[in-house]
């Protein structure tokens, strides 16, 4: 069962404005990284349904983080249909992320007052995402639909709740074009995780960078 509900999640993705992005197959090195992000200041993290068993390893995630990062609303992201929601929702998902819109999946994490946020790459998308529940919807891929889309959206829809994924990157500019164009947070992967960090095990640099993000989500918002 999820630990936060629904109102409380969206408040979390909210306030922060950033949602790390994340898979490993090792769990060890999965709760290094959400200790590391957490230390830094994020409330809400997205695990990426990637590889076998990374149910196993989000489980296993998820009991670390309520112990250790207590504020911590742990989700998964990549997911496409239903059965695979309810898998992680049994698990303690407290949000479910996808790449595109499946209906279906709504179903099911409405029924348990989970957020879902699909992935949409047009306004009509986004709409009946909205139709279903959706509160908050991504807009995927960012990078190939860049700041004006949102900006675009948000004119005739102002009451959308966007987060971007998809070449966020932790720099003043590049989260600064996109707090202004309108989005509600932003989701960011790679960026934050340099591979060689994460090899070197280097959890301040994460930590760090967690911490300058979000002050760059917040000096953006403040303007």
């Known amino acids: ?72 609303a742990m989700g998964v992201g990549s997911i496409v249909d239903p059965a695979t929601a309810a898998l992680y929702l049994q698990l303690g998902a407290c949000f479910v992320v996808g790449p595109l819109f499946n209906p279906e999946i709504a179903k099911v994490c409405n029924r348990r007052l989970v957020p879902y946020t699909p992935g949409c790459g047009t306004i ?7 139709e279903v529940g959706c509160d908050l919807c991504k ?46 947070c932003v989701g960011m992967g790679s960026k934050l995780f340099p591979g060689d960090r994460v090899k070197a095990q280097d959890w301040q640099y994460v930590t760090d960078k967690c911490r300058e993000a979000l002050g760059y989500v917040k000096a953006a918002r403040e303007q």
């Open 1 to 72: 069962m999820a630990k936060f509900d629904k109102q409380a999640v969206l408040a979390k993705i909210g306030e922060t404005g950033m949602v790390p992005v994340f898979y490993h197959s090792d769990a060890e090195v999965a709760k290094q990284v959400v200790k590391a992000c957490y230390d830094g200041g994020v409330r809400a993290f997205e695990f990426t349904n990637r590889g076998d068993f990374a149910h196993e390893v989000f489980a296993e995630v998820v009991k670390y983080a309520a112990k250790e990062c207590p504020e911590m």
């Open 124 to 130: 009509s998308e986004v709409g009946a995402a909205q």
């Open 139 to 184: 807009v995927f891929p960012g990078d190939v639909l860049g700041p004006k889309f949102v900006k675009g959206l948000k004119a005739p829809m102002p009451w959308s709740k966007l987060m971007v994924t998809g070449g966020v990157e932790p720099t003043q500019e590049n989260i600064t074009s996109w707090i202004k164009a309108g989005v509600y």
